[in-house]
């Protein structure tokens, strides 16, 4: 059997791409496993055709996450992926996003559109008003480079809020 490229040896792939648990497994470790196919599964080229996608991916990402954490998922005039960074790690109740960085990093990823994300480790994934001004600030930002924001998801506890759903995108 084959390990997986997760950090915990629990699961061992067998000859035909199965998993199997090579040891007891915690629910911690079957999470892990779980963002470790998705992020094979979103890798660069891999289209976003879909808003539950984008969601799924960055529940699984940053969700668990124990501090506040900004990323962004670049992407192409195609919707296929380009990267996923995350660029700014804060506390446990905030972050400090910089509109210059999101640029900047949108220019070297080429990037032609954009999904924002972060996480509230408070476990309440509703937009707080920070949150809607930092998201106008980014997209007035990249709207001077032709870069789209497409949507801003807030992962918390076992939901993700989308920005574009609620009409603040």
Not at 4 to 28: H, I, K, L, M, W
Not at 31 to 53: Q, Y
Not at 61 to 78: G, S, V
Not at 93 to 100: E, F, M, N, Q, T
């Amino acid at each position: 059997m084959n390990q997986t490229a997760s950090n915990s040896s629990a699961f061992a792939r067998d000859e035909e791409g199965n998993y199997q648990a090579s040891r007891p497994v915690s629910a911690d470790d079957v999470l892990e496993l779980a963002r470790n196919i998705l992020a094979e599964r979103v890798h660069r080229g891999t289209v976003i055709s879909s808003p539950r996608e984008a969601e799924q991916y960055i529940s699984l990402r940053l969700a668990p996450r124990e501090h506040e954490m900004f990323a962004i998922l670049w992407l192409d005039n195609r919707h296929g992926v380009i990267a996923f960074e995350e660029l700014f790690t804060g506390t446990i109740d905030g972050c400090s996003v910089h509109a210059r960085e999101v640029v900047k990093r949108a220019l070297a990823n080429n990037a032609a559109a954009c999904i924002l994300a972060h996480n509230h480790p408070s476990g309440n994934p509703e937009p707080s008003a920070a949150d809607q001004t930092i998201t106008r600030r980014i997209k007035e930002a990249l709207g001077l480079v032709d870069v789209r924001v497409l949507d801003h998801l807030i992962a918390a506890g076992g939901g993700v809020s989308s920005m574009a759903e609620l009409g603040m995108v």
